[in-house]
């Protein structure tokens, strides 16, 4: 009898820039304060990338540190998908950007736009591929360099986001570990409440649209907290129920790092205790699809994860979108 194909976790990787944006400095640019960005988010400050770097400079890092990790050639990858809303280009994708840096040449390469939730999307998409038995190892790249689509004259936003990569290599197993289950979705109906108007093909780039700042993202943050605070709840407790477990069955459980305020509610109302939940914003701010992997490389390098865990994630963003799976780790 032919054995099962599992998808599981390789190796990871992390990468985020030195430049450090405090809310002190923030004081200087904008009105606020330090007591009200920490109140409302729990961010007391997030990193910035340099003038000079982009995005590739930061997928590469993380990259090249999943795969050795992964004990790999890059060589040996079969696909690259980085989940990405601030690709260096409209066109070719970061990924391709990716595999030529990596000179990871046997893989196919694609971007996946999926806002916060992008990474949760590519995992899910890559172990499609290697349940299929087509693949052995992908690779999945959430990266964002969202200081350079934010508006620093608005203090509602300003104030959120950061720059910065998360890596994992998926790999094929007949072990009883990796993926067990994950739930996708989305409501185009919210696409208004967390949009960069502008630099597509409805609205190109023009003298109007640069000096009304349509270049920038713009967030309807109360509606956004609403509904997130909603489907994370409802996504996990799904996914927990479909396969008769409970929320404290799980050793892990990595929410996307948008405001601590939406973290606490749910591990509350959940009832997980605090250090099965990790929390980096206040360190990183929201960098987006990053948020999620750059958190599970930080407890897997700080020695806190191990073969076996029940790990799982959930993550919500633009489109709108939101999604999660459950692993065993």
């Avoid at 099962?4 to 002190?24: C, E, F, L």
């Avoid at 989940?83 to 595999?99: E, F, G, K, N, R």
């Avoid at 609205?203 to 270049?215: D, F, G, K, T, V």
């Avoid at 459980?253 to 099965?276: G, S, T, V, W, Y």
């Amino acid at each position: 009898m032919k054995k099962a194909i599992n998808t599981y976790v390789s190796g990871t990787g992390a990468a985020v820039p030195d430049t450090v944006i405090t809310n002190s400095d923030l004081e200087k640019m904008v009105e606020t304060n330090d007591h009200w960005i920490v109140s409302r988010t729990g961010i007391r400050e997030r990193r910035k990338l340099e003038e000079g770097l982009s995005n590739i400079d930061l997928s590469e890092r993380a990259s090249r540190e999943a795969i050795k990790r992964a004990g790999l050639d890059p060589s040996e990858l079969d696909m690259i998908i980085v989940a990405t809303v601030t690709p260096d280009h409209p066109t070719p994708s970061t990924s391709c950007l990716l595999q030529a840096r990596l000179k990871a040449f046997n893989a196919a390469a694609f971007d996946l736009s999926a806002g916060c939730t992008g990474f949760i999307y590519g995992l899910t998409v890559g172990h499609q591929f290697i349940c299929s038995g087509i693949y052995k190892n992908i690779l999945v790249v959430g990266v964002e360099v969202l200081s350079r689509v934010t508006d620093w004259e608005d203090r509602s936003t300003c104030v959120l986001f950061g720059d910065g990569a998360g890596a994992v290599v998926l790999s094929r197993t007949e072990k009883e570990r990796g993926i067990i289950n994950f739930s996708l979705h989305a409501d185009g109906r919210g696409a208004n409440l967390l949009i960069i108007p502008a630099g597509g093909s409805a609205i190109p780039a023009c003298e109007e649209s640069l000096q009304n700042r349509m270049h920038f993202l713009k967030m309807n943050g109360n509606e956004i907290f609403k509904f997130a605070v909603k489907v994370v709840e409802e996504n996990l407790s799904r996914m927990l129920r479909h396969n008769n477990l409970k929320p404290g069955d799980l050793d892990y459980l990595f929410l996307h790092q948008a405001n601590l305020r939406i973290i606490d509610h749910i591990r509350k109302r959940l009832k997980i205790p605090q250090e099965k939940v990790p929390v980096n914003i206040d360190r990183f701010g929201n960098t987006s699809s990053a948020t999620i992997p750059i958190a599970i490389h930080e407890e897997i390098v700080a020695g806190r994860m191990a073969e076996g865990d029940l790990v799982a994630m959930v993550a919500f963003g633009a489109g709108l979108t939101w999604g999660g799976l459950v692993m065993k780790w």
